[in-house]
């Protein structure tokens, strides 16, 4: 019988891979990522990202996925700690975008490689759609909890674009505005849409 260390080994190198390849996009952005860009940033043989992922691909589509799910976690939590009230889980779920730690440098430059490379590997804009659709479902339960039924689609639609926006914009510049403004502009946009002054 393997003892546990061993046993985790396997796991525990393609984490280490998942994470180079963040680190790789990061610094490189989309053209800068191969398999031996990565095998270099994680210190291991380019053999080892074939032998786990069987090429870059697969292993870029993991990163997407995993860097998604740690944003998604991050969003689920302020939307716990903002207790029951719909506005303010709504509110939470939003404004944490412009929060550590999805408010991040070293992020921007993953997102944007990934972003990148949706229109070059059908893999990582499979990993994109799954993504996207993830994050819009959770704003879709979240204006649900509001009441009134209907389909909230559209609206999640609008809520994803100003957060991309508004993040975006931050990350890259922020002596235009700070996180706090864009919290604000946010909190505006959503009490015109669910007041009704924004619509499909």
């Known amino acids: 019988m393997l003892r546990p260390s061993y046993r985790r080994a396997p796991a525990e190198r393609r984490q280490a891979l998942i994470d180079a390849a963040a680190r790789s996009l990061a610094r490189h ?10 095998a270099t940033e994680a210190g291991v043989s380019p053999g080892l990202v074939t032998h786990h992922f069987e ?13 998604s799910e ?13 207790g029951a009230d719909p506005r303010a889980r709504l509110e939470a ?21 990934l972003l990148g490379l ?22 879709e339960r979240l204006l649900a909890e509001h009441g009134g039924g209907g389909d909230r689609r559209i609206e999640a639609v609008a809520i994803t674009a100003l957060i991309d926006g508004l993040w975006l914009e931050l990350c890259l510049d922020r002596s235009v ?12 946009w959503i009490d015109a849409l669910l007041g009704g002054g924004i619509g499909p």
């Open 29 to 38: 952005g989309a053209g800068g990522v191969s398999v031996r860009t990565i």
């Open 55 to 67: 090429g870059v691909e697969p292993l870029i589509a993991a990163t997407y996925r995993q860097v």
């Open 70 to 82: 740690r944003v998604g976690e991050a969003l689920g939590e302020a939307v716990a700690a903002a």
């Open 93 to 113: 779920y939003v404004v944490g975008n412009f929060l550590p730690p999805v408010m991040d440098e070293d992020l921007l430059g993953t997102w944007l490689g």
């Open 118 to 139: 949706t229109r070059s590997m059908p893999l990582v804009a499979a990993a994109h759609a799954e993504s996207y659709a993830d994050f819009r479902a959770a704003i």
């Open 177 to 188: 505005f700070s996180a706090e403004e864009a919290a604000a502009l946010a909190r505006r």
